[in-house]
T-cell receptor
Framework: AQSVTQLDSQVPVFEEAPVELRCNYS??????LFWYVQYPNQGLQLLLK??????LVKGINGFEAEFNKSQTSFHLRKPSVHISDTAEYFC???????????FGTGTLLAVQP | EAGVAQSPRYKIIEKRQSVAFWCNPI?????LYWYQQILGQGPKLLIQ????????DSQLPKDRFSAERLKGVDSTLKIQPAKLEDSAVYLC???????????FGPGTRLTVL
């Protein structure tokens, strides 16, 4: 069975500061990894994904994530955040025959001026 | 390209009533998913369709939930009768053939009183 752990339910940060949102996963099969962002009252938007190849993945809005197989992690980073980055961020894993997404519980990124 | 469409956006009903949600996926997307997102949690897959066939409905409470995807395009999700714990956002997503990325609609927020 697959699972995803997002250790931080909320991450407060000041504008223009760097941020890292943590994600750890467990799986007995090869996985694909995703980060989605959810703005208030909206659906989920794909930020970036790791399918194979380079372990450093770049996404939209200046975000990037690094796949670390030995630590089973896929942490999301941004060197300088903006107020508009305030949102809920979900890490997800898929693998196996159906490509079902298993989501973490989410991390609220709260950017303060 | 038009995104995934869902309606209604909001619905308030009393317990034991029935409710139905509608989803129109992105054109050409063969796979359609329904997720339930309870407040403070990540989305949980309820059912996955490949064209008009069910791939995975292992987490669908079949005593009260039903879903169909006639003609392999639009889909409806029904709850009958609703319970208080069904209060959640119901998200529809779709993905194109041979691709792992899921594209999400804006969701339907259901409140059961």
């Amino acid at each position: 069975a697959q699972s995803v752990t997002q250790l931080d339910s909320q991450v407060p940060v000041f504008e223009e500061a760097p941020v890292e949102l943590r994600c750890n996963y467990s799986s007995s099969v090869s996985v694909y990894l995703f980060w989605y962002v959810q703005y208030p009252n909206q659906g989920l938007q794909l930020l970036l994904k790791y399918l194979s190849g380079s372990t450093l993945v770049k996404g939209i809005n200046g975000f990037e994530a690094e796949f670390n197989k030995s630590q089973t992690s896929f942490h999301l980073r941004k060197p300088s955040v903006h107020i508009s980055d305030t949102a809920e961020y979900f890490c997800a894993v898929s693998g196996g025959a159906t490509n079902k997404l298993i989501f973490g519980t989410g991390t609220l990124l709260a950017v303060q001026p | 390209e038009a995104g995934v469409a869902q309606s209604p956006r909001y619905k308030i009903i009393e317990k034991r009533q029935s409710v139905a949600f509608w989803c129109n996926p992105i054109s050409g997307h063969a796979t359609l998913y329904w997720y339930q997102q309870i407040l403070g949690q990540g989305p949980k897959l309820l059912i996955q369709f490949q064209n008009n066939g069910v791939v995975d409905d292992s987490q669908l409470p079949k005593d009260r939930f039903s879903a169909e995807r006639l003609k392999g395009v639009d889909s409806t999700l029904k709850i009958q009768p609703a319970k208080l714990e069904d209060s959640a956002v119901y998200l529809c997503a779709s993905s194109p053939p041979m691709e792992d990325t899921q594209y999400f609609g804006p969701g339907t927020r259901l409140t059961v009183l």
